[in-house]
């Protein structure tokens, strides 16, 4: 099976541009920039609950805490939101009138929160509008890891916010490129 594709800047305003189409934008919006600016998997975007986003005050944290029962490996993991992702999160969070700290933060049709499944399936149907072949739930994430990798960062921090144990793993998902090959040259 071959990996999830790895999105272009242009294809992540694709995405964006199709969703704004959406009945429910903001927060369409919201779970897709969990995966790409935050590296969140689908299934832990799907379990988040209002207390784990939005603090006593109502504020956007500027760290969600992923407890252990959200994560693929079981380990519990702090996601860091930067200035953009906290911005999205809190034009969503504006449009919620339930306050129940318990509730799952990202809402369905029936007013209840997603199942992985359900939100691998929403995911899927997206990228399909969007026209965009190969690409999966998983895309964001690998764009999240790739995007960081071309930066700079260095893999165990990478493996660190993936909550990667192993850096093999980490190393799996950034998508090399020739614009990371030329830039690497240039620092000869």
Known sequence: MSQAKTLT???????LGIIALDKHAKRNRAMFLLTCLGG???????????????????????????????TKGKHA???????????????YANELTRINPTDPFFYTQKRTGFTPNTLTQHFFWLYK???????????????????LAAKGVGVRVLAALAGHANISTTQSYIDVNDDMKRQAVALI
């Open 9 to 15: 800047p242009q294809e992540v305003k694709q995405v």
């Open 40 to 70: 969140l998997r689908v299934g832990e975007v799907a379990q988040l609950r209002f207390c784990d986003v939005m603090d006593e005050n109502n504020q956007v944290r500027n760290e969600i805490r992923l407890l252990a029962e959200y």
């Open 77 to 91: 993991r702090t996601v860091f939101v930067n200035e953009r992702l906290h911005k999205e999160l809190t034009i």
């Open 129 to 147: 509008r969007a026209g965009l072949n190969g690409a999966s739930s998983h895309s964001g994430r690998r764009t999240f890891i790739t995007t």
